[in-house]
């Protein structure tokens, strides 16, 4: 069974920047893929990033447009989030897949097999 921790989430203002971290335990051997997720009350959980687990081939959701940057580094992955705004106030997920980063961001989130539980960012105006 895998082991998903975030940390480093918080408050921030518009335009500042953030790193969260997520650290893997357990099965993590078996995974193909790591990577974040967020969600906000009322809405569906979005597919932010995904890379291959301890690095290498990553892919990003349409809207990233360049403001984050995910990275891996053995059992763990990071997301730096730059040029923040209020929209992106979620609760961030760390996830883990044996799926590939593209089928991670895009595809169904009921898919995914390990979630971990989550860091709160919130970016104020």
């Known amino acids: 069974q895998v082991q998903l921790v975030e940390s480093g989430g918080g408050s921030v203002q518009a335009e500042g920047s953030l790193k969260i971290s997520c650290a893997a335990s357990g099965g993590h051997l078996t995974l193909n893929s790591m990577g974040w997720f967020r969600q906000t009350p009322g809405k569906e959980r979005e597919g932010v990033a995904a890379i291959y687990y301890g690095g290498g081939s990553l892919w990003y959701a349409n809207w990233v447009k360049g403001r984050f940057t995910i990275s891996a580094k053995g059992n763990m992955v990071y997301l730096q989030m730059n040029n923040l705004r209020p929209e992106d106030t979620a609760m961030y997920y760390c996830?883990?897949?044996?799926?590939?980063?593209?089928?991670?961001?895009?595809?169904?989130?009921?898919?995914?097999?390990?979630w971990g539980r989550g860091t709160q960012v919130t970016v104020s105006s």
């Open positions: 996830v883990a897949s044996r799926s590939d980063p593209v089928t991670v961001v895009t595809g169904d989130p009921r898919d995914i097999e390990y």
